[in-house]
């Protein structure tokens, strides 16, 4: 793994394909208050086989937008109403308050917002990201988020952690999600491919209550959460 100061060298990543199934339904978890509480009152039941779990699963949830009414969020935050019981999903909310990235800066004492960034990382099993493409790239809040996360190199950082990405751009965002698994693999991340979907979203699929009714995004999110939750 890398130390705090190696800011450049590529961990390389590994690709995970699992087919085992869980349960669906939605808990919460939120350690600080970087996290946003799940939103409850939908649900969209899925058939499958329970894994035998001793314990309840964090998955963090990450929004490359800070848009007030992204889809991108809304996607998230449709996704926490359809995972499975065995898992607790918290959406991240800290990213507008980063610093901009400076190696410098990347010792004690540290921003923090950065340290919360990286405690909720930590403190998750599994990662999730949706990010929209800004200028055919990642935006640039978004990256600056996974720079500062490039420097962590503690224990249960993202190296080696399952992680996935839920594209919902109607244009594709093709080139923001190559930089992603460009980045993730400096990062050492385990991608789940089975857990990385595409569902092409306009703002107009989005109800007032800020989730997607689409019965078929939903269960597209909530296979997505199942074979993230075979790899954990």
Known sequence: MSTANDWSKPMGFSVQSRSKRVPDSCRQWAPDHYLAPSVRGHSAPH????????????????????RGGSTNTALLRTAMTVGSPLMVLSLYEGMSELPHVNPDDDVPPRSPAVEGLRAAIRAADAVVFSTPEYAGDL?????????????????ASLYEKPVAWINCSPRGATD?????????????ATIVSEACVR???????IGSDGLVDSDEVR???ADALTHLGAAI
Request: charged fraction near 15%; hydrophobic fraction near 40%; include cysteine.
């Open 47 to 66: 058939p499958g086989v329970c894994l035998h779990m001793t314990r309840n699963y964090k998955v963090l949830m990450i929004s490359g937008s800070l």
């Open 139 to 155: 935006p640039g809040s978004f990256k600056n988020l996974l720079e500062w996360a490039v420097g962590d190199d503690q224990t």
């Open 176 to 188: 923001a999600h190559a930089s992603l698994l460009r980045v993730l693999g400096y990062l050492g």
């Open 199 to 205: 569902t092409p979203l306009e703002r107009i699929s």
């Open 219 to 221: 269960r597209s999110l």
